[in-house]
């Protein structure tokens, strides 16, 4: 079953800089949970790009205001 999840992606999936856990099609069955790559449209890629921003400052926030 595919399922759009949360899950974590390798850097070179989706040309990340970072491995990062982000919404993608998700393969998921008795064997586990493994993100499934698909081809999508240069404006798709660019609106996962923003989201894939977004998500990176998310975590830079919460990492500076846990370390005070």
Known sequence: MILLCA????????VLDEDLFIG????????????TKIEISDKKR???????DAVKELNNAADEILAK
Not at 7 to 14: G, H
């Open 7 to 14: 899950t974590k992606v390798k850097a070179n999936m989706y």
């Open 24 to 35: 993608v099609p998700t393969e998921i069955s008795a064997n586990g949970v493994r993100p």
């Open 46 to 52: 660019e609106q996962l790009q923003i989201s894939m």
